[in-house]
C-alpha cells in the first residue's frame, strides 16, 4: 500500500523582515539574520528527534540542512542558503491536518507569517542589489524538487537581468533545483552570458552537476 503524503512548504522571512508578535515564545533574535537558531530551539524545545544534515558535507559549506521527526508519521526539514540567509521549512506527514497544525504552530513561535506566492514572485522584478539576490534564490527555494512554471520564469528573468550578478544569482540558484529546464537555464548562462565571470561560474556550477 503506497501512503500518501501531505506538505506545507513555508519561505521564511529573515529575521529584520520578521513582525513582533505578543504570542512569540521565542525569547532572543539570532543574529545572524537568519532563521535557523530558533528553528533549531523550537525542536529541541519540541524533543523532536534529529534524523539528518549535512554538517559534515561538502554543500555544508554553503547551505545548512536539518530533517527532524516531530511525532509519529510527522516531519520538519529547514534548508538554508548560508550566503543570502533566505530558507524554506517543510512539514510534511500522513495526516493533512496534523501537518497544518504543526506549520500554523511553528509559525507562531517564529512571530512571523512566511512570504506568500505572490511576493516570491514579484520580489526579483520589486528589489535591487542584495535584495534582488535574496529574491532569486528564495524563488529557487520555494521551487526545490518540483518544477513550477511561474516560479521559473521568474528566475529565466533574472538570468537576463542587466546586473551581472543578479544573473550570477540566477546561476547559482540552480542548485537548490532538479528541473532539466534549470540546467539547460545553466547551460546557457555557461555558453552566452556576455560577462566572463558569469559564464565561469555557470561553468564550475555544471561541472559539479556533472
Not at 521549512?89 to 512571523?112: H, K, N
Not at 543578479?166 to 552570458?193: C, F, G, H, M, Q
Amino acid at each position: 500500500m503506497t501512503v500518501s503524503y501531505h506538505s506545507k512548504k513555508m519561505v521564511l522571512r529573515e529575521s529584520i523582515d520578521r513582525a513582533e508578535s505578543d504570542v512569540r515564545l521565542i525569547l532572543f533574535e539570532p543574529q545572524d539574520g537568519s532563521a535557523r537558531t530558533s528553528v533549531e530551539y523550537i525542536a529541541r524545545a519540541g524533543q523532536w528527534s534529529p534524523f539528518e544534515s549535512i554538517d559534515d558535507e561538502g554543500d555544508a559549506g554553503y547551505r545548512s540542512y536539518r530533517l527532524w521527526g516531530a511525532a509519529p508519521g510527522l516531519w520538519v526539514t529547514y534548508l538554508e542558503d548560508l550566503t543570502t540567509r533566505a530558507s524554506i521549512l517543510e512539514v510534511f506527514g500522513e495526516d493533512a491536518e496534523d501537518v497544518a497544525e504543526l506549520a500554523r504552530r511553528i509559525l507562531g513561535l517564529l512571530g512571523g507569517v512566511p512570504y506568500t506566492r505572490e511576493e516570491l514572485l514579484t520580489s526579483v522584478s520589486r528589489f535591487q542589489g542584495q535584495d534582488k539576490i535574496r529574491a532569486v534564490v528564495r524563488l529557487a527555494l520555494a521551487m526545490g524538487k518540483d518544477f513550477d512554471p511561474e516560479y521559473f520564469a521568474a528566475l529565466a528573468d533574472a538570468a537576463r537581468d542587466e546586473a551581472p550578478e543578479i544573473r550570477n544569482a540566477a546561476a547559482w540558484s540552480t542548485v537548490y533545483l532538479e528541473s532539466p529546464e534549470s540546467l539547460d537555464l545553466l547551460k546557457a548562462l555557461a555558453a552566452n552570458d556576455p560577462d566572463e565571470a558569469v559564464r565561469n561560474s555557470a561553468r564550475g556550477l555544471l561541472a559539479d552537476f556533472s
